[in-house]
């Protein structure tokens, strides 16, 4: 989260004309998330379970996109219009990191509590969130 708060320090300060570069990668991205969604199929093959192991997914949270893009977006919009000091980038890093592991956490515990709902209406879930991604982008521009 402090790579993220001082990364868009350096944006803010020395590239301001990158913001609609940004917003436009930023919406591709999440339409193309939304299409992998759609078009994602079911993993039950013994390998696909091997690989997907508990070391991994802790280890692959050190490089989780979305937590990048949570701490981009969120110190770029509320933060740094504000507040630019070390001190308060350095606090505010502490407390997003702090929410950002409760978020990973609950989206843990919820995806364990609802396992067997979600498997149940996959497709109907998964339309649904790539619905609400296309939404998203869209939303950026309007």
């Not at 692959?60 to 504000?82: C, D, E, H, R, S």
Request: hydrophobic share 50%; glycine share 6%; charged share 10%.
């Amino acid at each position: 989260m402090m790579l993220c708060s001082y990364f868009n320090l350096l944006l803010k300060n020395y590239i301001p004309k990158i913001e609609l570069a940004m917003s436009v990668i930023g919406a591709v991205y999440m339409i193309y998330l939304a299409v992998k969604i759609i078009t994602s199929k079911d993993s039950n093959s013994e390998g696909d379970k091997k690989n997907n192991s508990f070391t991994t997914g802790m280890l692959l949270q050190f490089i989780n996109p979305k937590g990048i893009l949570y701490g981009l977006t969120v110190v770029a919009t509320f933060i740094l219009p504000f507040q630019s000091s070390t001190i308060s980038i350095t606090l505010y890093s502490i407390f997003l990191g702090f929410i950002g592991f409760l978020s990973t956490f609950c989206w843990g515990m919820f995806g364990s509590v609802f396992q067997k709902f979600l498997s149940k209406y996959k497709n109907q879930f998964n339309i649904v969130m790539a619905l609400l991604l296309v939404y998203v982008a869209i939303s950026i521009f309007i």
